[in-house]
């Protein structure tokens, strides 16, 4: 990339910056007035059990140093500085500090979606390339019909199916965790062959809008004039379709990565908790069902942030794809 190619990136992360630093103040502030609004007390949750039998004069002492009854304004400041600071606070559904709870399973999402996505893309624009090619037969239509059916079921649905018929009718596949049950330790075999069934759900889930997507904007490319060019210069029919249709449908597509990476996210919690995977997906729901607000908090900013770092991923490899496309606007 030359310097001006280099100084219209920055110009765009620049951009980008300006929007997400207010998405990721509205989100955080949305997220403290959920945790403020909820009727549970967070000194009675801090002291479990032993709140049964904890005088009053012990939870407000509790209160007092978690400073619970100062005004919103203070406490949403001193949370939001502690953030700053990289103090996520204490988990209270897992007992641990919550960046200990997040440096320990983020890894295995980021595994699980990453895994799910390459297969997703590589899946997508194989097959929905050769069924623009192909419009109309009957690799087309079964693919489409496939398409659909899929897009209908949910993806819970999907896991428990899978482990239904592959790992407890036939076998094949374990049907859960990261390694078998008695293992002392933890291989990379091992988590290979336990993660077939979570990926393969998991991408099946996402497969279709990337798969259909694909294939009607290939078919539109088809059409283009200088596809057809191609074709009227005796160009063999693999390159006329990889070359050249492809490549110019690839464009949007790239698009549709950034668009589409939360609800991979929002996929990869529901698989993960259905396979008892040890990433942020089982501890979220934990979290939830516990009122756990500051793991909840964290995850969902962590996510903010993943996305929105996504997004502005896309506008690049959009406009380093296709050179006609300003960085600087």
């Known amino acids: ?17 300006l929007v997400a630093i207010p998405v990721l103040i509205a989100t955080s502030i949305g997220m403290f007035l959920l945790g403020a609004a909820s009727p549970i007390d967070p000194a009675k949750q801090y002291a479990g059990a032993a709140a049964f039998t904890a005088t009053s004069e012990n939870l407000d002492q509790i209160r007092a140093n978690w400073g619970v009854d100062d005004p919103l304004p203070v406490q949403y400041a001193r949370w939001a500085g502690n953030l700053l600071r990289g103090d996520l606070g204490w988990s209270t559904s897992r007992h641990e500090p919550v960046t200990a709870v997040l440096g320990a399973r983020a890894g295995w999402t980021l595994l699980l979606v990453s895994t799910a996505l390459a297969l997703v893309l590589v899946t997508s624009l194989v097959l929905g390339t050769l069924a623009a090619y192909r419009r109309g037969g009957l690799f087309d239509r079964g693919l489409r019909a496939a398409a659909y059916a899929v897009e209908a079921m949910p993806v819970f649905w999907l896991g428990l199916a899978a482990i239904a018929v592959f790992a407890l009718t036939l076998g094949w596949l374990p049907a859960g965790g990261l390694t078998e049950v008695t293992a002392t330790t933890t291989t990379a075999a091992d988590v290979a062959w336990h993660l077939i069934l979570p990926v393969g759900v998991l991408a099946i889930s996402q497969a279709p809008w990337f798969l259909l997507f694909v294939r009607d904007s290939v078919t539109e490319s088809l059409r283009d004039d200088h596809v057809l060019a191609a ?11 990889f070359g ?37 997906g089982a501890v979220t729901v934990q979290a939830a069902l516990g009122s ?16 929105l770092t996504a997004n ?3 506008d690049l490899a959009y406009t380093a794809a296709d050179p006609r496309v300003r960085l600087d606007g």
């Open 231 to 241: 074709r009227a210069r005796g160009l063999p029919g693999r390159t006329v379709l």
């Open 292 to 307: 756990d607000f500051p793991l909840l908090a964290a995850v969902t900013l962590a996510t903010t942030a993943v996305v």
């Open 312 to 314: 502005l991923l896309t």
């Open 1 to 17: 990339m030359n310097r001006r190619g280099i100084a219209g990136a920055g110009a765009v992360i620049r951009r980008r910056l």
């Open 244 to 280: 050249h249709a492809l490549r110019t449908a690839l464009l949007p597509f790239l698009t549709l990565i950034g668009t589409h990476l939360p609800e991979l996210v929002g996929g990869a919690v529901l698989v993960e908790t259905v396979f008892s995977l040890p990433g942020l």
